[in-house]
């Protein structure tokens, strides 16, 4: 932790209360005014800091943005090392490619608060209005790549633990949307670098909606609905822990290590589903009967279970 994070640090624990500036000082191992600094530097970072002489420092209010400065005091997880923030970017995912490319570690993420080019799955646009959080990990798993896409699914996993620290329980839909009430809260998009024999990078970015914007697509959820009294840095800060934690338990024990919980909130058991690729060519239609220890979704055809590792799922209505 910098000293600039552990004064916030300070003031966020003693927030509504002051503290002085000596007994800061004290704590740091710093002087007045080299807290004074600091503190000058949290103000211009978009935190509403009080000065009264003789009581000290209280933080009044803080920008209610999901940036490094507001979001890692609160990340509980260790696994989370680098953080990179930018209020707008193009794609959190295209600056992060860049980083993992150039060997940035494992545990870097890339936080926005608002997208010019945001991207989603199967080449589509992810409108990424201010109010969202953008983020996108750098993940190194020691995996083949085929076993790549049921990382997503513990990410969707982790996502909802999040939710669910906000008491806000979400559903899942194979490959990995989260969804309130069918309307998606969250979206997943994983981009992979990799050998025939090993897997170099996977940038994994998620998109979710906090705030609602001007336009919302009627298709969207947006958690601020449940949760008006949240802003976005606790929030990106339980997706990260959320998400650390899914993501250990699948290095080591692979989707099987959290299928019963992707299962408990899985939309799909039982519905008519019809499969198809990017470019819209039928895969498979049928029954949804399982999703496999792979991460693959099952699909009885009437003739035959098909375990499909990647598409999209249109539900059927008969
Ligand atoms: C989906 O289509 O459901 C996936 C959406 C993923 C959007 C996120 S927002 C952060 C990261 N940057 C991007 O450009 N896309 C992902």
Same mark, same amino acid.
């Given at each position: 932790?910098?000293?600039r994070?552990?004064?916030l640090?300070?003031?966020l624990?003693?927030?509504?209360e002051c503290v002085?500036?000596?007994a800061?000082?004290?704590?740091l191992g710093?002087s007045r005014?080299?807290v =004074?600094k600091?503190? /000058?530097?949290l103000?211009?970072? !978009?935190?509403?800091?009080?000065a009264?002489? %003789?009581?000290? *420092?209280r933080l009044v209010?803080t920008?209610?943005?999901p940036?490094?400065d507001?979001?890692?005091p609160?990340v509980e ?6 953080y990179?923030g930018?209020e707008?970017?193009g794609?959190?995912?295209?600056d992060?490619r ?5 060997g940035?570690?494992?545990?870097t993420v890339v936080?926005a =608060?608002?997208?010019? /080019?945001?991207?989603?799955?199967? !080449? ?6 201010? %109010?969202?959080? *953008?983020?996108s990990?750098?993940?190194?798993p020691?995996?083949p790549?085929p ?10 996993v982790g996502?909802?633990e ?8 979400v ?7 989260v969804l ?13 670098s /990799?050998e025939t024999?090993?897997v170099n990078?996977v940038?994994a970015?998620?998109?979710?909606n906090v705030?609602r914007?001007?336009h919302?697509p009627?298709t969207a959820a947006?958690l601020s609905d449940s ?6 840095a ?8 959320g ?7 699948w290095c080591?024990?692979g989707f ?5 919980e992707?299962l408990?909130?899985?939309?799909l ?5 019809a ?5 819209g060519?039928?895969?498979?239609a049928?029954v949804?009967?399982d999703v496999?220890?792979a ?7 009437g ?10 799922v ?5």
């Amino acid at each position: 932790m910098s000293r600039r994070d552990e004064v916030l640090d300070a003031l966020l624990q003693s927030a509504p209360e002051c503290v002085s500036g000596e007994a800061l000082a004290g704590r740091l191992g710093v002087s007045r005014v080299a807290v =004074a600094k600091h503190v /000058a530097a949290l103000r211009k970072a !978009g935190y509403e800091i009080e000065a009264s002489p %003789g009581a000290g *420092y209280r933080l009044v209010g803080t920008a209610d943005l999901p940036m490094p400065d507001q979001v890692r005091p609160l990340v509980e997880s260790d696994f989370w090392t680098r953080y990179v923030g930018v209020e707008e970017t193009g794609s959190t995912n295209d600056d992060a490619r860049i980083l993992a490319r150039a060997g940035a570690v494992e545990g870097t993420v890339v936080l926005a =608060a608002r997208q010019k /080019a945001g991207r989603g799955r199967l !080449g589509r646009t992810w409108s990424s209005p201010e %109010g969202g959080i *953008y983020l996108s990990c750098i993940l190194r798993p020691k995996v083949p790549l085929p076993d790549v896409p049921s990382m997503g699914h513990a990410i969707a996993v982790g996502i909802a633990e999040a939710m669910h620290g906000f008491g806000v329980e979400v559903g899942l839909k194979w490959p990995n949307d989260v969804l309130i009430d069918g309307r998606k809260l969250a979206g997943i998009l994983l981009e992979t670098s /990799a050998e025939t024999d090993c897997v170099n990078w996977v940038v994994a970015g998620v998109g979710t909606n906090v705030h609602r914007s001007s336009h919302p697509p009627e298709t969207a959820a947006f958690l601020s609905d449940s949760r008006p009294d949240l802003e976005r840095a606790p929030v990106a800060a339980a997706l990260l822990d959320g998400i650390a934690g899914a993501y250990e338990r699948w290095c080591k024990g692979g989707f099987a290590a959290i299928r019963e919980e992707y299962l408990s909130r899985f939309t799909l058991m039982g519905q008519e589903v019809a499969v198809s690729d990017a470019s819209g060519r039928l895969l498979a239609a049928g029954v949804v009967v399982d999703v496999d220890d792979a991460g693959r979704l099952c699909v009885d055809t009437g003739s035959d279970v098909v375990g499909l590792y990647a598409g999209e799922v249109t539900l059927r209505r008969s």
